[in-house]
């Protein structure tokens, strides 16, 4: 639980086993009772052990014990020694005692009647947790037990075992004064302090000489939410505390679960990134999927230090993850298959900071002339780029096939999906027709679609540069992945066209708002991750394992890829001093770290 506020702190051992928003609404009931009751260390203010010598002076005793230099004022300064007299300022030699080799101890009883029932409960566990502080304070043990068990039943501390026992300890038998005599008589001269927490009537004048009560009384009055406690103390006067209910869903939560839920630690990460490699569209995450199919999601850290958080979402049985995303929290998207591994529908899971299941998932069915032609197993190898458009529409583009999930339903794109990406909420699409005409197709937040027709006839192969800066992002478009001749489109500027080295593969497209536009390619053995632009060929990082995944961010001039072994790297165009390196090390505590980059 979170740290109390300063005035909670004689009670904060006890009060941070509840949940705060309880323990705050417990807190005024305990400030007002602790008052009334008052600390142990009144309830045996005289020494009861054998006399040994002086230990000091006193304000107090008997003139047999006053000090020399006080009868030297009797002497010398007569009209002195009266005024100190009468002014109470005359010192005496302090008697020191033997005191008994045992802990003090204090005693609570707690009435569990049915004229305790409901609010009255409330107060037993605000009294237990007096109790427990005040024993605390003064090194005392606390035992405690119920008034209608037998005094075999005693039980000893405050803990959030021995408070759920005090609650759940409600029966129909009223206590009576026969019961305290029993109590009484069971622990003979153990106990310092005896109190009773319960019905007015209890404590007799046989036993009030010995026993101290906080009787509870729940106020009938029409319209009253109020509980009134009178504290009854051996030689002093009693005193009436009013404590006002909280509110009726706070009142049933202290009673039935008033205590922190202790969830289990989450379980150290051992899997590594195996396939597919995305950013989210605000640039701070990276998504992946590990081994078992699991949604691995990165924390990016900021600037040029820190290191990433790995979370990991595990999806149900015949499901697989096949879209990931960041809005207002994280969102992955499996696609749920029957036994025969057709596709029945597509579902959303919220997820936590910690990547645990948040509040319900969303359902979207799959249309039953989509469902009978399962997606291929390789076509959801690779992980999809969640957007969301407005607040209940989700795009995702798979086997090059874009799926708008709206109003609990799936629906595709009639047209090839070459490339995609993303601005703010808005997703972009260069579609080709069974007619090879290519568009670029904007879906709106509202619903609404632009299309945008391009010159010439099919490609096979596109990518979009990556950046939300641009009327439309710079495209660049090959015959082949591994075409010797790749042309760069921008609306606003002239095209571009680049010659890629014999033997690469490209891989994506840098634009010209804070990176050079040109080509992010392969070399033949997937080692080594080179750039391609008007200015010539720079190398941006060699890896020792061959690279299998490389994306673009969808915001900021980078670029991130994944190796055979897990390792991811991100590499910042803005700070080319700086490579941020991913090592899986099996807990992912310090999953990326940075190192110099050399051009």
Same mark, same amino acid.
């Given at each position: ?270 899997? =590594? #990134?195996? +396939?597919? *490699? ?6 701070? @995450? ?5 081994? !078992?199919? &699991? %949604? ?116 595709? =794109? #009639?047209? +090839?999906? *070459? ?6 909420? @808005? ?5 080709? !027709?069974? &007619? %090879? ?163």
């Amino acid at each position: 639980m979170s740290v109390l506020p300063a005035p909670l702190k004689p009670w904060a051992a006890q009060l941070g086993l509840l949940q705060r928003e309880l323990a705050l609404a417990l807190a005024p009931w305990i400030q007002r009772l602790s008052l009334s009751i008052g600390p142990l260390s009144d309830a045996q203010a005289r020494p009861t052990g054998a006399p040994d010598g002086y230990d000091g002076v006193a304000r107090k005793g008997p003139y047999e014990r006053l000090l020399m230099t006080e009868w030297l004022y009797a002497d010398e300064a007569p009209e002195e020694f009266l005024r100190r007299a009468a002014e109470g300022e005359h010192l005496f030699s302090r008697l020191a005692v033997r005191e008994p080799h045992r802990a003090r101890q204090c005693l609570v009883l707690f009435d569990s009647g049915p004229a305790q029932l409901g609010a009255p409960r409330i107060a037993h566990l605000a009294a237990f947790i007096v109790f427990a502080s005040r024993c605390e304070a003064a090194h005392a043990r606390l035992r405690w037990g119920v008034l209608q068990t037998p005094p075999v039943n005693l039980r000893e501390g405050f803990s959030k075992t021995e408070a759920e026992t005090l609650l759940r300890s409600r029966t129909t038998r009223p206590a009576s004064s026969a019961d305290l005599d029993g109590w009484l008589v069971s622990i003979g001269d153990e106990a310092d302090d005896v109190w009773v927490v319960g019905s007015p009537g209890l404590v007799t004048s046989a036993t009030s000489s010995r026993v101290q009560q906080v009787e509870l009384d729940e106020v009938m009055t029409p319209g009253a939410r109020r509980l009134e406690a009178t504290v009854r103390r051996a030689g002093r006067v009693r005193q009436t505390v009013r404590l006002e209910l909280p509110s009726a869903a706070v009142c049933t939560s202290l009673l039935r679960a008033p205590f922190t839920v202790e969830r289990p630690k989450p379980k150290p990460v051992t899997s =590594s #990134p195996t +396939r597919g *490699l995305v950013f989210s569209a605000s640039g701070n @995450r990276l998504f992946t999927r590990g081994a !078992d199919g &699991e %949604l691995i999601s990165l924390v990016l850290p900021y600037g040029t230090s820190g290191t990433s958080k790995r979370i990991v979402f595990q999806p149900p049985p015949l499901e697989r993850v096949i879209a990931a995303g960041w809005h207002k929290g994280l969102v992955a998207v499996t696609a749920r298959f029957d036994s025969s591994g057709r596709v029945l529908r597509f579902v959303a899971w919220p997820l936590t900071k910690r990547g645990e299941r948040k509040g319900d998932p969303a359902t979207f069915e799959v249309p039953e002339a989509l469902s009978t032609a399962p997606l291929p197993d390789d076509a959801l190898s690779d992980l999809a780029t969640l957007t969301f458009a407005g607040k209940r529409r989700l795009v995702l583009v798979v086997n090059e096939r874009a799926y708008m999930l709206m109003d609990g339903l799936v629906r595709q =794109s #009639p047209y +090839r999906v *070459l490339a995609h990406t993303q601005r703010s909420e @808005r997703m972009l699409l260069l579609t080709i !027709d069974e &007619e %090879l005409r290519r568009a670029v197709r904007t879906t709106f937040s509202n619903g609404t679609e632009t299309t945008t027709l391009l010159e010439g006839l099919g490609t096979t192969r596109a990518h979009f540069a990556g950046g939300m800066r641009y009327p439309l992002p710079l495209l660049g478009l090959g015959e082949l992945a591994t075409s010797p001749r790749w042309t760069l489109i921008d609306a606003t500027r002239p095209s571009i066209g680049l010659d890629v080295p014999t033997g690469t593969t490209v891989v994506g497209v840098t634009g010209p708002a804070e990176w050079v536009a040109g080509l992010l390619v392969l070399t033949a053995d997937r080692k080594r991750l080179q750039h391609v632009s008007a200015q010539g060929l720079q190398q941006i990082v060699e890896s020792d394992s061959p690279i299998i995944e490389v994306t673009p961010d969808f915001e900021f001039p980078r670029v991130a890829w994944l190796d055979a072994n897990g390792g991811i790297g991100v590499f910042d165009a803005a700070n080319t001093k700086k490579l941020l390196i991913g090592l899986p090390d099996g807990n992912g505590r310090r999953l990326m770290h940075f190192t110099e980059y050399r051009r």
